[in-house]
């Protein structure tokens, strides 16, 4: 789902494997909701999963369990 829903007030977190250029991800946590966009464009479409959902992305991404080679 896409929206700003619940994020207006949300403080936005680079990620910290950024280096601290421009092509990053940010993230936002408020209200049960995930946002996630584009540093460079913050004006854009955010990308908004609820909280679960991204909790078992990063599970799956620090678990190797989003190995792309399979």
Known sequence: MTGK???GAANWTKSSFSSGGDNC???AFADGVTGIRDSKVTQCPVLTVTADAFAAFLDGVQGSGLDRTV
């Open 5 to 7: 829903a619940g994020l």
């Open 25 to 27: 991800v940010e993230v």
